[in-house]
Structure formats: structure tokens, C-alpha cells
Nanobody, 117 residues
Framework: EVQLVESGGGLVQPGGSLRLSCAAS????????MSWVRQAPGKGREWVSS????????YYAAFVQGRFTISTDNTKNTLYLQMHNLKSEDTAVYYC??????????WGQGTQVTVSS
């Protein structure tokens, strides 16, 4: 059974940093395309970043502006999203997903990120 479990969210002040984790089971992260997607209050889900294992490339939404880094730890079968210089508009529930914007195969339960002073 494919499972994704996010952690690492919380309350952070503007300009702060957080690292989100997504522990995967039932498949191998290193051989899968993986993504982070977020949903702000009252809005739809918004793609944040993807990492493509076949070509080991990473892609980011324009609003990331170099502040986030997606990565994997294959020994832990875990996906990460390191976020720096967080802004209030980054407040959202962050989901990890197996797949990419063309097709998501599985979702985690989400982790809340709140950026506020």
C-alpha cells in the first residue's frame, strides 16, 4: 500500500525557515516523480515543486523565487522541501504527492505551515 506522511509544518515568523518531510512507504521515492502542492485557506491546490527521478531534475513554481529546495533522501525513502525566507502568503497546508502535475497517484494528509508575526 502506498502511503505518504508529511511532517515539519508549524508556525514561523516572516523571513523564517522550515523543512517539510514526507516519509514514503509502499514504493521507492528514488525511482518516482514526486511533488509538493499547497492549499491556502479558501483557495484551490497550487503546485509548488516537482523532482523527476528519471532525469533528476527539479522544477519550481514562479512564486518560489529561489527560496525553496526539493530533495530526497533515498536511505530514508523520504522527500523534503526546505523553505527559506518564508512570507505570509506561503501560509497553507502543504501536501506531498507521488507523481507530477500531469498525474498524481497518491497524496499525503498534509502539514500546516503558518507564517505570521
Amino acid at each position: 500500500e502506498v502511503q505518504l506522511v508529511e511532517s515539519g509544518g508549524g508556525l514561523v515568523q516572516p523571513g523564517g525557515s522550515l523543512r517539510l518531510s514526507c516519509a514514503a512507504s509502499g514504493f521507492t521515492v528514488s525511482s518516482s516523480d514526486m511533488s509538493w502542492v499547497r492549499q491556502a485557506p479558501g483557495k484551490g491546490r497550487e503546485w509548488v515543486s516537482s523532482i523527476y527521478r528519471g532525469i533528476s531534475n527539479t522544477y519550481y513554481a514562479a512564486f518560489v523565487q529561489g527560496r525553496f529546495t526539493i530533495s530526497t533522501d533515498n536511505t530514508k525513502n523520504t522527500l523534503y522541501l526546505q523553505m527559506h525566507n518564508l512570507k505570509s502568503e506561503d501560509t497553507a497546508v502543504y501536501y506531498c504527492a507521488k507523481g507530477d502535475p500531469t498525474k498524481y497517484d497518491a497524496w499525503g494528509q498534509g502539514t500546516q505551515v503558518t507564517v505570521s508575526s
